[in-house]
């Protein structure tokens, strides 16, 4: 069982209106344009999403100055559309049961856009940390980005 008490919490407001929000989570083609921190892309040709419970991930993020790639993925425990997602995140070939951070993506409407909360649980992570946190803090950056040009609030 993962250690809930590890975790990290990030919050974006987004001008992107719930379901742009989702989609960019669940389809593979919006995931490819943000999935990854600054100084690295996701080729398109890496990115599979099976966004059902049970359904698997995977992506590669790869350096652009290195070329160095990271595989990563997961399976889906949870999905309400436009609202909630739930999955493991790291080994992709973890299953389902395993032992494996947990990351739960929730999403509301707020004005004419969305405020969405990014909780990861079962790694240690700080801002500065110039790892967990940090990495996903610049993912999400490059979320909002491509949703809305930029973060309504960072």
Same mark, same amino acid.
């Given at each position: 069982?993962?250690?809930?008490?590890?975790?990290?919490?990030?919050?974006?407001?987004?001008?992107?209106?719930?379901?742009?929000?989702?989609?960019?989570?669940?389809?593979?083609?919006?995931?490819?344009?943000?999935?990854?921190?600054?100084?690295? @892309?996701?080729? &398109?040709?890496?990115?599979?999403?099976?966004?059902?419970?049970? !359904?698997?991930?995977? +992506?590669?993020?790869?350096? $652009?100055?290195?070329?160095?790639?990271?595989?990563?993925?997961?399976?889906?425990?949870?999905?309400?559309?436009?609202?909630?997602?739930?999955?493991?995140?790291?080994?992709?070939?973890?299953?389902?049961?395993?032992?494996?951070?947990?990351?739960?993506?929730?999403?509301?409407?707020?004005?004419?856009? @969305?405020?969405? &909360?990014?909780?990861?649980?079962?790694?240690?992570?700080?801002? !500065?940390?110039?790892? +967990?946190?940090?990495?996903? $803090?610049?993912?999400?950056?490059?979320?909002?980005?491509?949703?809305?040009?930029?973060?309504?609030?960072?």
């Amino acid at each position: 069982m993962i250690d809930t008490s590890r975790g990290f919490t990030i919050e974006r407001t987004f001008r992107a209106d719930p379901r742009r929000v989702w989609d960019a989570w669940t389809v593979a083609d919006e995931a490819a344009r943000w999935w990854h921190p600054r100084g690295t @892309s996701t080729p &398109r040709d890496s990115v599979s999403i099976d966004a059902q419970i049970g !359904g698997r991930y995977a +992506y590669t993020m790869v350096d $652009d100055e290195t070329g160095e790639s990271v595989r990563t993925g997961g399976v889906y425990r949870e999905l309400s559309p436009d609202r909630r997602l739930v999955f493991t995140w790291g080994d992709p070939d973890v299953g389902p049961d395993d032992d494996a951070p947990v990351v739960t993506v929730t999403i509301a409407p707020e004005g004419s856009g @969305s405020r969405m &909360r990014f909780d990861l649980r079962g790694v240690d992570g700080h801002p !500065g940390d110039e790892f +967990y946190h940090d990495g996903w $803090d610049e993912a999400l950056d490059c979320l909002g980005e491509h949703l809305d040009g930029a973060p309504a609030d960072a």
